[in-house]
């Protein structure tokens, strides 16, 4: 019997949770399957069941008449200024288009503001503070990564972390 690791559990727990944000359609979905297969066990208590990812369609959202942030950036321009901006503090306001809450023990955000094209027009955060309802307008400040890998196939090109979320 394979004895898992804190690192395995914790790496189970990530593609069940991620499976909703993942831009990544690619090797996640395999790796989940082979993952539900596979039954680990560890010394400690068994883990609790995770919490279900939002499921509401950025569709939904009206996304008209968002404004800049005051010395803030759109959506469209954190992904265009990505190498500039790595590792600096940016300021995005927009609207949440789906939240997730308490994975890998922060809450995870997906903001738009109307701008940049599929693939550019999708600003993941991630923040300790409370979790804004899908549909709210906020202004998300926070640290910008860039190609921030956390394996599994959970890839961001740009991501927002530990940022100060505002409800407006």
Known sequence: MIKATRTSVLALAVVALFSACSKDGGAGGAATKAAADKPATTAAQ?????PVPSAVPSDDID????????????????????DQLAGQQVTVRGK??????MVMDRNWLHVRDGSGAEGSNDLTVTTTGELPQAGSTVVVTGALAVNKDFGMGYQYPVIVEDAVVTVE
């Open 63 to 82: 996304l008209s008449g968002i404004a800049r942030a005051a010395g803030g950036q759109t959506v469209a321009e954190v992904y265009a200024g990505k």
């Open 96 to 101: 949440v288009v789906k939240a997730n809450a």
């Open 46 to 50: 068994p883990t609790p069941p995770h």
